[in-house]
């Protein structure tokens, strides 16, 4: 686990508790698993192609697909009950629904193996998954369109930084 990204999502929990306690333990959770999987990520990228062949790495990245797949559903939940009930800066109020219709847009087709309605007629009913070696875990989800795990994950800790303490 990336223990230093670990501490960043522990350090932010606070903010979610004066809006709904329940929210510290989710976040810090979903934090752990983005912490494990970013240092995932950053070791499949120094691998080399023989490593990478071997079924051992091809175990572990199932398990980073599953628990990448696991994240965005709880995140996108978390996201969307702080979407209900956030009271405070507007550009804060923005910036969560901008979070929340990227993650809806990821999450129904991972979910519901179709295609959000506002994307029917350009989005793929299945959000493919593929590696990318910058961003680790993606989706594709139309012919222009891949969301990262790792981007979201970090859009939700600068819209937690941006937070009032």
Do not use: C
Request: net charge positive; hydrophobic share 40%; aromatic share 10%.
């Amino acid at each position: 686990m990336d223990h230093q990204r670990h501490r960043i999502w522990i350090d932010l929990s606070p903010k979610l508790g004066k809006i709904e306690q329940f929210m510290v333990p989710v976040i810090e959770g979903l934090g752990k698993i983005d912490s494990y999987l970013v240092l995932e990520d950053k070791k499949f990228s120094t691998l080399t192609q023989k490593e990478t062949e071997a079924l051992k790495i091809f175990s572990t990245l199932t398990d980073r697909f599953t628990l990448s797949y696991l994240w965005v559903l709880g995140v996108y939940e978390l996201v969307r009950t702080l979407d209900r009930r956030y009271k405070g800066d507007n550009n804060i109020v923005t910036k969560i629904k901008k979070l929340k219709s990227k993650l809806a847009r990821l999450r129904i087709p991972l979910a519901k193996m179709e295609a959000e309605r506002k994307y029917k007629s350009t989005d793929f009913p299945i959000a493919y998954p593929l590696m990318r070696r910058q961003y680790g875990i993606s989706w594709q989800i139309s012919k222009d369109v891949v969301i990262s795990r790792r981007e979201l994950s970090d859009q939700l800790v600068d819209l937690l930084k941006e937070m009032p303490s």
